[in-house]
């Protein structure tokens, strides 16, 4: 097993959807993709927060395989727990 494998991204679960937190996010999938997939490079990752309401957040990432210079994309939904208000 590789306990390390992946980028973390579940550490943001409890996180509100903000500037911040989509930095980091974006910071750990950069650096994650350039770790464990060295047949890509990332062009970019762009976030769709339309659902932040409901707690889901899309994440797009659009990559070139290096073999053969092809430009594909991926979109990964995210869920998180929105914070519950105080009663």
Not at 28 to 40: F, G, K, Q, S, T
């Amino acid at each position: 097993m590789r306990p390390e494998f992946g980028c973390g991204i579940h550490d943001y679960v409890f996180e509100a959807i903000d500037a911040y937190a989509l930095g980091r996010i974006d910071y750990a999938l950069r650096v994650a993709l350039d770790r464990w997939e060295p047949r890509i490079d990332v062009i970019d990752i762009a976030f769709d927060v339309d659902g932040a309401d409901r707690g889901e957040l899309l994440i797009d990432i659009t990559y070139r395989l290096r073999a053969t210079n092809d430009i594909r994309n991926l979109v990964y939904p995210f869920y998180v727990i929105p914070a519950e208000e105080p009663s």
